[in-house]
Protein backbone atom coordinates (compact mmCIF):
# COMPACT_ATOMS: atom_id res chain seq x y z
CA UNK A 1 0.00 0.00 0.00
CA UNK A 2 1.39 3.83 -0.86
CA UNK A 3 1.91 5.88 1.69
CA UNK A 4 -0.78 8.43 0.52
CA UNK A 5 -3.13 5.39 0.50
CA UNK A 6 -1.82 4.45 4.29
CA UNK A 7 -2.41 7.39 5.70
CA UNK A 8 -5.84 8.15 4.14
CA UNK A 9 -7.34 4.95 5.25
CA UNK A 10 -5.95 4.94 8.08
CA UNK A 11 -6.07 8.60 9.13
CA UNK A 12 -10.08 8.63 8.51
CA UNK A 13 -10.20 5.78 11.05
CA UNK A 14 -8.12 6.98 13.68
CA UNK A 15 -11.37 8.80 15.93
CA UNK A 16 -13.32 5.19 15.71
CA UNK A 17 -10.20 2.59 15.81
CA UNK A 18 -9.05 2.01 19.21
CA UNK A 19 -6.82 -0.88 18.90
CA UNK A 20 -4.45 -2.40 21.82
CA UNK A 21 -2.38 -0.13 23.47
CA UNK A 22 1.03 0.24 21.82
CA UNK A 23 4.80 -0.74 23.35
CA UNK A 24 7.48 1.70 23.28
CA UNK A 25 10.85 -0.21 23.88
CA UNK A 26 14.15 1.96 23.93
CA UNK A 27 17.67 0.74 25.00
CA UNK A 28 21.02 1.22 23.54
CA UNK A 29 22.64 -1.03 20.72
CA UNK A 30 23.51 -4.27 22.91
CA UNK A 31 21.08 -3.82 25.56
CA UNK A 32 19.22 -7.12 24.37
CA UNK A 33 15.73 -5.63 22.88
CA UNK A 34 16.31 -7.52 20.12
CA UNK A 35 16.53 -10.50 21.43
CA UNK A 36 13.92 -9.77 23.87
CA UNK A 37 11.20 -8.67 20.89
CA UNK A 38 12.19 -12.01 18.73
CA UNK A 39 11.39 -14.12 22.48
CA UNK A 40 8.13 -12.06 22.20
CA UNK A 41 7.22 -12.45 18.41
CA UNK A 42 8.14 -16.20 18.86
CA UNK A 43 5.99 -17.08 21.71
CA UNK A 44 2.99 -14.79 21.15
CA UNK A 45 2.51 -15.32 17.12
CA UNK A 46 0.77 -12.56 15.31
CA UNK A 47 -0.16 -10.68 18.70
CA UNK A 48 2.80 -8.49 17.88
CA UNK A 49 3.54 -6.15 14.89
CA UNK A 50 6.28 -3.34 13.87
CA UNK A 51 5.63 -0.24 13.02
CA UNK A 52 6.92 0.12 9.33
CA UNK A 53 9.11 3.33 9.28
CA UNK A 54 9.35 5.94 6.86
CA UNK A 55 12.98 7.03 5.71
CA UNK A 56 14.33 9.12 2.65
CA UNK A 57 17.12 6.97 1.82
CA UNK A 58 17.17 4.72 -1.11
CA UNK A 59 16.44 1.22 -0.79
CA UNK A 60 19.42 -1.35 -0.20
CA UNK A 61 19.15 -4.31 -2.32
CA UNK A 62 16.33 -6.57 -1.18
CA UNK A 63 14.26 -3.71 0.60
CA UNK A 64 10.59 -3.69 -0.15
CA UNK A 65 8.15 -0.14 -0.54
CA UNK A 66 5.83 -0.77 2.15
CA UNK A 67 7.85 -3.53 3.87
CA UNK A 68 11.02 -2.45 5.09
CA UNK A 69 9.81 0.82 4.95
CA UNK A 70 7.85 3.00 3.64
CA UNK A 71 10.21 5.22 1.14
CA UNK A 72 9.34 8.29 0.43
CA UNK A 73 10.92 12.08 -0.76
CA UNK A 74 12.33 14.40 1.98
CA UNK A 75 9.73 17.08 0.64
CA UNK A 76 6.96 14.25 1.18
CA UNK A 77 7.81 13.80 4.55
CA UNK A 78 9.03 17.13 5.80
CA UNK A 79 5.25 18.35 4.77
CA UNK A 80 3.72 15.00 6.37
CA UNK A 81 5.83 16.01 9.38
CA UNK A 82 4.82 19.90 9.68
CA UNK A 83 1.39 18.48 9.32
CA UNK A 84 1.32 16.40 12.46
CA UNK A 85 1.50 12.95 10.92
CA UNK A 86 4.73 12.08 12.62
CA UNK A 87 4.81 10.66 16.20
CA UNK A 88 8.80 10.84 16.50
CA UNK A 89 11.32 11.38 13.53
CA UNK A 90 14.78 11.72 13.64
CA UNK A 91 17.65 12.29 11.12
CA UNK A 92 20.82 10.38 10.53
CA UNK A 93 23.34 10.36 7.73
CA UNK A 94 21.99 12.60 5.81
CA UNK A 95 18.59 10.80 5.98
CA UNK A 96 15.65 10.75 7.21
CA UNK A 97 13.79 8.47 9.71
CA UNK A 98 10.03 8.66 11.19
CA UNK A 99 7.64 6.73 12.67
CA UNK A 100 4.12 8.15 11.28
CA UNK A 101 0.76 7.86 13.13
CA UNK A 102 -0.77 5.74 9.77
CA UNK A 103 1.76 3.05 10.60
CA UNK A 104 0.80 2.48 14.01
CA UNK A 105 -2.63 2.94 13.94
CA UNK A 106 -1.76 0.04 10.54
CA UNK A 107 -0.94 -2.46 12.70
CA UNK A 108 -3.46 -1.37 15.35
CA UNK A 109 -6.34 -2.05 13.08
CA UNK A 110 -5.07 -5.63 12.55
CA UNK A 111 -5.92 -6.19 16.56
CA UNK A 112 -1.99 -6.45 16.71
CA UNK A 113 0.12 -4.56 19.65
CA UNK A 114 2.36 -2.47 17.78
CA UNK A 115 6.00 -2.21 19.02
CA UNK A 116 7.97 0.75 18.50
CA UNK A 117 11.95 0.21 18.94
CA UNK A 118 13.01 3.95 19.26
CA UNK A 119 15.74 6.12 20.71
CA UNK A 120 15.66 7.99 23.79
CA UNK A 121 14.65 11.31 21.67
CA UNK A 122 11.92 9.23 19.77
CA UNK A 123 10.38 8.05 23.55
CA UNK A 124 10.41 12.10 24.32
CA UNK A 125 8.54 13.17 21.12
CA UNK A 126 5.75 10.09 21.65
CA UNK A 127 5.20 11.63 25.42
CA UNK A 128 4.10 14.90 23.44
CA UNK A 129 1.61 12.48 21.71
CA UNK A 130 -1.93 11.23 22.32
CA UNK A 131 -0.24 7.65 21.57
CA UNK A 132 -0.42 6.40 25.55
CA UNK A 133 1.69 3.53 24.85
CA UNK A 134 3.72 1.25 27.42
CA UNK A 135 7.00 2.90 27.56
CA UNK A 136 10.12 0.13 28.22
CA UNK A 137 13.55 0.94 29.18
CA UNK A 138 16.04 -1.97 28.80
CA UNK A 139 19.55 -1.43 29.92
CA UNK A 140 22.93 -3.16 30.07
CA UNK A 141 23.85 -4.24 33.69
CA UNK A 142 26.97 -2.24 32.95
CA UNK A 143 29.04 -0.25 30.58
CA UNK A 144 31.69 -2.90 30.42
CA UNK A 145 29.16 -5.77 30.03
CA UNK A 146 28.35 -3.53 27.13
CA UNK A 147 31.40 -2.89 25.56
CA UNK A 148 31.78 -6.91 25.61
CA UNK A 149 29.36 -7.95 24.03
CA UNK A 150 29.50 -4.99 21.34
CA UNK A 151 32.70 -6.67 20.66
CA UNK A 152 31.62 -10.23 20.75
CA UNK A 153 29.60 -9.55 18.08
CA UNK A 154 32.64 -8.65 15.81
CA UNK A 155 30.21 -6.67 13.36
CA UNK A 156 31.70 -3.16 14.58
CA UNK A 157 34.64 -0.53 13.62
CA UNK A 158 36.69 0.39 16.84
CA UNK A 159 35.34 3.87 15.23
CA UNK A 160 31.71 3.00 15.10
CA UNK A 161 31.72 0.70 18.29
CA UNK A 162 33.21 3.91 20.33
CA UNK A 163 30.61 5.80 18.92
CA UNK A 164 27.94 3.37 19.99
CA UNK A 165 29.02 3.36 23.24
CA UNK A 166 29.15 7.39 23.98
CA UNK A 167 25.65 7.22 22.43
CA UNK A 168 24.75 4.87 25.36
CA UNK A 169 26.08 6.85 27.49
CA UNK A 170 24.06 9.75 26.74
CA UNK A 171 21.22 7.47 26.39
CA UNK A 172 21.58 5.95 29.42
CA UNK A 173 21.91 9.43 31.30
CA UNK A 174 18.75 10.63 29.85
CA UNK A 175 16.78 7.79 30.55
CA UNK A 176 17.32 8.39 34.47
CA UNK A 177 14.82 11.15 33.99
CA UNK A 178 12.14 10.73 36.09
CA UNK A 179 8.59 9.23 34.77
CA UNK A 180 10.31 8.44 31.56
CA UNK A 181 9.64 4.87 31.38
CA UNK A 182 6.91 2.80 32.88
CA UNK A 183 9.37 -0.28 33.64
CA UNK A 184 12.92 -0.48 33.55
CA UNK A 185 14.72 -3.55 32.85
CA UNK A 186 17.97 -4.46 33.51
CA UNK A 187 19.28 -7.48 31.17
CA UNK A 188 21.87 -9.00 33.06
CA UNK A 189 19.72 -12.31 32.81
CA UNK A 190 18.00 -12.93 29.80
CA UNK A 191 15.06 -14.95 30.72
CA UNK A 192 14.82 -13.03 33.95
CA UNK A 193 14.31 -9.37 31.72
CA UNK A 194 12.23 -11.84 29.62
CA UNK A 195 9.55 -12.44 32.25
CA UNK A 196 9.61 -8.77 33.68
CA UNK A 197 8.73 -8.05 29.90
CA UNK A 198 6.51 -10.21 29.50
CA UNK A 199 4.43 -9.33 33.03
CA UNK A 200 4.18 -5.98 31.95
CA UNK A 201 3.05 -6.80 28.87
CA UNK A 202 0.67 -9.67 30.11
CA UNK A 203 -2.79 -7.69 30.02
CA UNK A 204 -2.50 -6.31 26.75
CA UNK A 205 -1.41 -9.55 25.19
CA UNK A 206 -4.43 -11.04 27.64
CA UNK A 207 -6.84 -8.58 26.40
CA UNK A 208 -5.90 -9.27 22.60
CA UNK A 209 -6.35 -12.67 22.91
CA UNK A 210 -9.76 -12.17 23.95
CA UNK A 211 -11.29 -9.70 21.80
CA UNK A 212 -9.93 -12.78 18.69
CA UNK A 213 -12.40 -14.98 20.54
CA UNK A 214 -14.87 -12.66 20.14
Same mark, same amino acid.
Not at 85 to 105: C, D, R
Given at each position: =??? /? ?12 ? @? ?11 ? !? ?14 ? #????? %????? /? ?18 ? =?????? !? ?11 ? =?????? !? !???? +? ?6 ? +? ?6 ? %? ?11 ? #?? *? @? ?20 ? &? ?7 ? *? ?12 ? %?? +? ?9 ? &? ?17
Amino acid at each position: =MSW /RRLRGAFGRAAAAM @QGPRPVVLSGPSG !AGKSTLIKKLFKDYEN #IFGFS %VSHTT /RQPRPGEVNGKDYHFVTREE =MKKEID !AGEFLEHAEFSGN =MYGTSK !A !AVQA +VQAQNQIC +VLDVDIQG %VKNIKRTDLNPIY #IS *V @QPPSMDVLEKRLRDRQTETEES &LLKRLSAAR *VDLELSKEPGLFDL %VI +VNDDLEKAYSE &LKEVLLKEIQKTQESRKS
